[in-house]
């Protein structure tokens, strides 16, 4: 089974408007962290925000959150106000497990588009 | 520099070369990890060195062949390669600890291309 899965592999959104990415995941482990990254068009992959299984209270890094739905195994990225430079592929990965050595899980990726 | 960076960024080569590719990290990181990204695949972890010491290896074939001299420095030699190892491959750092977080800094990868 699919340790991270993605469901949208292709989004558009308005610039200015917010979107938001799917993501759920599978995982027995009481303790993991979630990860989202940005990868634009040059390759390179940009770590974008962080939520841990024992977390509060949603990440949130400017404009972006996570809506961490811990009971539904949910980790949705949601970017407010979009701008163009917002287009890229998008990543969500997961660490199982407390040892941060732990390997990395990533899901096949939403391609999102910001439109003018 | 700052970041982790790679090189060559485009590789050509046919099945019979050896090549090699170098990743730096420039982040005083302990862990590396390398990665391959193929088109509508998740990345795929290859190998991962902590503290310098190879840790995982996700049953890579053996044309695949990494190299940490120390913590800053990992190395991917490659020879006698297929076409299907056309792919981007991306190499990784973090800090190991005890907390809980350890986001992975990525370098812009490597384009190989196998002829």
């Known amino acids: 089974a699919q340790k991270i899965t993605q469901t949208q592999p292709g989004m558009f959104v308005q610039e200015k408007e917010a979107v938001t990415l799917d993501c759920t995941y599978d995982t027995s482990d009481p303790s993991y962290g979630l990860f989202w990254y940005k990868q634009p068009s040059s390759g390179e992959m940009i770590f974008l925000i962080y939520q841990g299984s024992y977390d509060q209270q949603n990440a949130t890094e400017g404009r972006y959150s996570l809506n961490f739905q811990k009971a539904r195994k949910s980790a949705n990225l949601v970017i407010s106000a979009s701008q163009l430079g917002d287009s890229a592929m998008y990543f969500c990965a997961m660490r199982e497990g407390m040892y941060t050595g732990n390997q990395f899980y990533f899901g096949t990726g939403t391609s999102l588009t910001v439109i003018p | 520099e700052t970041g982790v960076t790679q090189t060559p960024r485009h590789l050509v080569m046919g099945m019979t070369n050896k090549k090699s590719l170098k990743c730096e990290q420039h982040?005083?990181?302990?862990?590396m990890y390398w990665y391959k990204q193929s088109a509508k695949k998740p990345l795929e972890l290859m190998f991962v060195?902590?503290?310098?010491?190879?840790?995982e290896n996700n049953s890579v074939p053996s044309r695949f062949s990494p190299e940490c001299p120390n913590s800053s420095h990992l190395f991917l030699h490659l020879h006698t390669l297929q076409p299907e190892d056309s792919a981007l491959y991306l190499c990784?750092?973090?800090?190991?600890?005890?907390?809980?977080?350890?986001?992975?800094?990525f370098g812009p990868g490597t384009r190989l291309t196998v002829t």
């Open positions: 060195y902590n503290f310098k010491e190879q840790t």
């Open positions: 990784a750092s973090s800090q190991v600890t005890s907390g809980s977080r350890d986001e992975q800094y």
């Open positions: 982040l005083g990181h302990n862990a």
